[in-house]
């Protein structure tokens, strides 16, 4: 049995918890762990079962098929806060959550990593990177900086003591000589974290014990990528990225699993492009296009409801993460949302100072200045949100898709042509 990778294949919000969680309902009883390998709670998927709509933020969308455990990794930076107001939100709505691991490597996210984030953008005034101030970037500089907390400190209360003061004697002078903020007790942290260790105490596991012994037995394992490749800190439009790696690579390091165990990466692009926060977008739109991608893709936020940035679909992008990530195929969201249009731009290479660059540019400073090449294709004009085979839909659609495909890189598994789980088509 597999060990599956789910990414996004752009800035993220492409859809990633449908294919996930389509990929649950093709395998029924047969997804054994979802895991979550990188990033923290300024993630969100949003996933439509039964006409009812849940966000995850933390947790994996496999939390969502029966059967099926999902698992913190160690590469995730967690605020347990937050964790726990996310597990009682669904299971308020009968989602059993029960079965959730813990990795004892992951980092902890706490209160002055969050203080240190919202004073830190504030303070970047116009060169904000546009955080979620939820102290993911902080946690990570942490961990790098080996003054983190993980996970498996919380039952150690000498461990936990040291670790928090040693991190405070830093971050005192910061918030109170720089910022002009009010210093952090590490009493205060510690009861902080003693509300809820005893809760987390049952889920925490030696994760990467956990998962190979599961791929040895032959079960299926699926790892989801948080935010997307183009967010990844080494391979994204950096600096505005997040502060860990989505990409395939990541989920070595993040899961404690090896590169040969991996047989499909799938990546999720959406049939348009979007982001949130500031940096580079060659496609996007600032016309009346943008704004009805915007409305009819209802493209807000997940996690923060900050309205997406939307332009049109960027095939240099997809062929770029196509070959970081080595995917073995793409999953096409949001197929239904072009619907309206006549004719549909499709950016095929970038222009750069009066040159073509078929490929990702190389500089910051090149990417800031490209100029989308677009190459108009003719829209279908028509609902296809009823479509359950490729050739329901209209020849229009069906040459839209193989276009993309042609151009990303990677052939594509599946299409999305709506929100909720049922509305998918399957190529392969």
Request: glycine share 12%; net charge negative; proline share 5%.
């Amino acid at each position: 049995m597999p060990a599956i990778v789910v990414l996004g294949a752009q800035w993220g919000d492409e859809g990633k918890g449908k294919a996930t969680d389509l990929l649950g309902a093709d395998r029924a009883g047969v997804i054994d762990y979802c895991v979550r390998y990188q990033g923290g709670n300024n993630a969100g998927h949003t996933i439509v079962v039964a006409g009812e709509k849940f966000a995850t933020h933390l947790l994996p969308s496999g939390v969502l098929t029966p059967g099926c455990t999902p698992v913190i990794g160690n590469g995730v930076v967690m605020d347990a806060r937050v964790l726990f107001e996310e597990i009682d939100g669904l299971e308020a709505r009968g989602v059993d959550a029960s079965r959730l691991l813990v990795s004892a490597n992951a980092h902890l996210i706490t209160s002055y990593h969050t203080a240190i984030d919202k004073v830190t953008e504030r303070f970047l005034g116009k060169n904000q990177i546009g955080t979620t101030g939820r102290g993911i970037g902080p946690a990570y500089a942490d961990k790098i900086n080996r003054i983190g907390v993980r996970v498996a400190d919380v039952f150690d209360e000498g461990i936990l003591a040291a670790k928090v003061e040693a991190a405070l004697e830093v971050k005192n002078h910061l918030l109170v000589k720089v910022y002009n903020r009010r210093a952090i007790s590490a009493e205060e942290i510690l009861e902080e974290i003693a509300e809820y260790a005893e809760r987390l105490e049952p889920m925490v596991v030696d994760s990467s014990l956990v998962l190979n012994q599961a791929l040895d037995e032959g079960q299926t394992v699926l790892f989801e990528g948080a935010q997307a490749t183009m967010l990844d800190v080494d391979h994204g439009t950096y600096p505005f990225v997040t502060s860990s790696n989505p990409i395939a690579g990541g989920v070595g390091p993040g899961a404690g699993i090896g590169p040969t165990r991996l047989d499909r990466i799938i990546g999720v692009v959406k049939a348009y492009t979007t982001r949130v926060g500031a940096g580079p977008f060659p496609t996007e739109l600032h016309d009346d296009d943008g704004e009805q991608l915007r409305q009819v893709g209802a493209e807000f936020g997940t996690t923060t409801g900050r309205p997406r940035r939307c332009g049109w679909y960027d095939a240099v992008i997809a062929r770029y993460a196509a070959r970081v990530n080595g995917l073995t195929e793409f999953f096409l969201t949001k197929l239904d949302v072009l619907g309206a249009w006549e004719e549909i731009p499709v950016c095929v290479a970038y222009e750069i100072d009066g040159r073509r660059h078929d490929e990702m540019p190389m500089t910051q400073t090149e990417f800031h200045h490209a100029q989308p090449v677009y190459e108009l294709l003719p829209g279908w004009r028509s609902d296809i949100s009823g479509c359950r085979s490729f050739e329901e839909l209209p020849a229009n659609a069906q040459a839209y898709v193989r276009r993309l495909e042609e151009l990303s890189g990677a052939p594509f598994w599946g299409i999305g042509v709506g929100p909720g789980r049922e509305e998918s088509i399957r190529l392969r």
